[in-house]
């Protein structure tokens, strides 16, 4: 009889993806390509789709938000199923997940930003990255107010998210035109902008991690002198390194008359410790390259060194689970799978995550061709998950309420409002829609 089953059913009919950011919506597309007549939800604790493309990239950098535009598309055209704030491990159980849904997979990113930890991290004008990050780009749960920076400020790190800490330091409102930036956190920053700043790099240029493009763009940016000391210069057959070194010599050399802001970074500069009583005072180096200070007095200290792979509670919903990056396979058991983030550690932009999703669908596909899929015939897919967390769910339809609301309410200049409060978002999806 169960062979019967398997030839009858060689193919999934419910596939649950949990977590929208591009892993999981790039997956469902490619799942949904194969299988056009399975049930496809793509679940998120969120009221609202897409993770860090919305929560995470920087609100100047709208066209690196627009690939939000395809997945858009696959939601709207009934394809794929969006359910919005139903929280796998709150709302219902991965197992009573996993009974409805042939398929399970797990896309749930991973971030929670790396503290630094030398003597001194903890005081009050120490400041995580990702604070600033979700101030600005209204993370409704749980939403963090702006933290307090002042007019000194050092960057620790020089990767990619360093750099949007930078542009976010000397950028004016006026930079932000077209852009969703949260306003009232952005006009809190900018009563008292900073007015010198330091970036630390333990690593040379030549193996630092920021993209060539993200150096080149501070450039535009008026009315701000840079500088930087390095060591190490990169060796002929890095070209890369080369090419990174020739943009911050471009930077440095930009004339600039009337300066609101200076940045000076410096590479090859190990962070020893911080020094204050009640706030941060300065940063004491214990490297620094030949001729640079080794005390930095500064009133806050912003951190940017990378995320913290195995932070706990980032997946409350699957304790049990292994969940060690692996830039190999994505099947966790069978009819278990994880992608993106979650996979791999949180590292690689968006691209990688579509090259992630491809390469995880291809296993699934190769899995279930392969018989290594046990149908469960008494699964129903959505419809079998607890009726309160349907009732509660957010479809996409409702996040286009959601979505109208925030763009009538744009300020002028902005794009949109972001509603900055999860329980602002479901009042608003109750008030169009009325059960
Ligand atoms: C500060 C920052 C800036 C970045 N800037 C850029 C950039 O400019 N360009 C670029 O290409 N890349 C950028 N990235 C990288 C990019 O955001 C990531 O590569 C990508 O978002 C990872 O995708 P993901 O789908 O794996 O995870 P995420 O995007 O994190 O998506 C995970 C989703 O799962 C949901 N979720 C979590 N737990 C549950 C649960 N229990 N139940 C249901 N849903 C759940 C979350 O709400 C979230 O929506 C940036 C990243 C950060 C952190």
């Given at each position: 009889?169960?062979?019967?089953?398997?030839?009858?059913?060689?193919?999934?009919?419910?596939?649950?993806?949990?977590?929208?950011?591009?892993?999981?919506?790039?997956?469902?597309?490619?799942?949904?390509?194969?299988?056009?007549?399975?049930?496809?939800?793509?679940?998120?604790?969120?009221?609202?789709?897409?993770?860090?493309?919305?929560?995470?990239?920087?609100?100047?950098?709208?066209?690196?938000?627009?690939?939000?535009?395809?997945?858009?598309?696959?939601?709207?055209d009934?394809?794929?199923?969006?359910a919005?704030?139903?929280?796998?491990?709150?709302?219902?159980?991965?197992?009573?997940?996993?009974?409805?849904?042939?398929?399970?997979?797990?896309?749930?990113?991973?971030?929670?930003?790396?503290?630094?930890?030398?003597?001194?991290?903890?005081?009050?004008?120490?400041?995580?990255?990702?604070?600033?990050?979700?101030?600005?780009?209204?993370?409704?749960?749980?939403?963090?107010?702006?933290?307090?920076?002042?007019?000194?400020?050092?960057?620790?790190?020089?990767?990619?998210?360093?750099?949007?800490?930078?542009?976010?330091?000397?950028?004016?409102d006026?930079?932000?035109?077209?852009?969703?930036v949260?306003?009232?956190?952005?006009?809190?920053?900018?009563?008292?902008?900073?007015?010198?700043?330091?970036?630390?790099?333990?690593?040379?240029?030549?193996?630092?991690?920021?993209?060539?493009?993200?150096?080149?763009?501070?450039?535009?940016?008026?009315?701000?002198?840079?500088?930087?000391?390095?060591?190490?210069?990169?060796?002929?057959?890095?070209a890369?390194?080369?090419?990174?070194?020739?943009?911050?010599?471009?930077?440095?050399?930009?004339?600039v008359?009337?300066?609101?802001?200076?940045?000076?970074?410096?590479?090859?500069?190990?962070?020893?410790?911080?020094?204050?009583?009640?706030?941060?005072?300065?940063?004491?180096?214990?490297?620094?390259?030949?001729?640079?200070?080794?005390?930095?007095?500064?009133?806050?200290?912003?951190?940017?060194?990378?995320?913290d792979?195995?932070?706990?509670?980032?997946?409350?919903?699957?304790?049990?689970?292994?969940?060690?990056?692996?830039?190999?396979?994505?099947?966790?058991?069978?009819?278990?799978?994880?992608?993106?983030?979650?996979?791999?550690?949180?590292?690689?932009?968006?691209?990688?995550?579509?090259?992630?999703?491809?390469?995880?669908?291809?296993?699934?596909?190769?899995?279930?061709?392969?018989?290594?899929?046990?149908?469960?015939?008494e699964?129903?897919?959505?419809?079998?998950l607890?009726?309160?967390?349907?009732?509660?769910?957010?479809?996409?339809?409702?996040?286009?309420?959601?979505?109208?609301?925030?763009?009538?309410?744009?300020?002028?200049g902005?794009?949109?409002?972001?509603?900055?409060?999860?329980?602002?978002?479901?009042?608003?999806?109750?008030?169009?829609?009325?059960?």
């Amino acid at each position: 009889m169960s062979e019967i089953l398997a030839t009858d059913r060689a193919a999934p009919r419910h596939i649950a993806i949990v977590g929208s950011g591009p892993s999981g919506c790039f997956t469902a597309q490619a799942l949904h390509r194969k299988w056009p007549d399975a049930e496809v939800t793509v679940f998120d604790r969120l009221a609202v789709p897409y993770g860090l493309i919305r929560y995470g990239v920087a609100a100047d950098h709208q066209h690196t938000k627009a690939i939000t535009r395809q997945f858009d598309r696959a939601f709207a055209d009934g394809g794929v199923r969006f359910a919005g704030n139903m929280e796998v491990g709150t709302d219902f159980g991965l197992d009573q997940l996993r009974q409805n849904y042939d398929i399970v997979v797990l896309a749930s990113g991973r971030w929670r930003d790396r503290a630094l930890s030398i003597p001194g991290g903890k005081l009050p004008g120490v400041i995580v990255s990702g604070d600033i990050v979700n101030a600005l780009n209204a993370v409704p749960r749980p939403a963090i107010p702006m933290p307090r920076i002042g007019r000194r400020v050092v960057v620790v790190g020089a990767g990619n998210v360093a750099l949007d800490m930078v542009r976010f330091l000397i950028k004016t409102d006026a930079d932000y035109e077209g852009s969703d930036v949260a306003s009232a956190a952005l006009r809190q920053y900018l009563e008292a902008p900073a007015t010198e700043i330091t970036v630390l790099s333990r690593s040379p240029i030549a193996a630092a991690k920021a993209d060539v493009a993200m150096v080149k763009e501070l450039g535009k940016i008026d009315g701000v002198k840079f500088s930087y000391a390095n060591t190490s210069p990169a060796t002929d057959d890095n070209a890369l390194g080369r090419k990174r070194e020739e943009a911050f010599a471009q930077l440095a050399a930009l004339d600039v008359d009337a300066w609101r802001a200076r940045v000076h970074f410096i590479f090859g500069a190990e962070p020893g410790r911080i020094r204050g009583t009640e706030h941060v005072e300065a940063l004491h180096l214990q490297a620094a390259p030949a001729g640079e200070p080794s005390v930095l007095e500064c009133d806050t200290v912003i951190s940017a060194i990378g995320f913290d792979v195995n932070a706990p509670g980032q997946w409350h919903y699957a304790q049990h689970l292994d969940f060690t990056p692996d830039d190999t396979t994505g099947r966790i058991e069978d009819g278990l799978y994880r992608v993106g983030w979650l996979k791999r550690g949180p590292h690689g932009a968006i691209p990688a995550n579509r090259a992630d999703a491809n390469e995880v669908a291809k296993e699934i596909i190769a899995d279930v061709e392969a018989g290594r899929f046990h149908p469960h015939e008494e699964a129903q897919g959505y419809d079998g998950l607890p009726e309160r967390a349907r009732a509660n769910a957010v479809s996409f339809d409702d996040w286009r309420h959601i979505d109208e609301t925030e763009v009538r309410g744009a300020e002028p200049g902005r794009i949109r409002h972001k509603i900055t409060d999860h329980d602002t978002m479901l009042a608003t999806v109750r008030a169009a829609t009325p059960k």
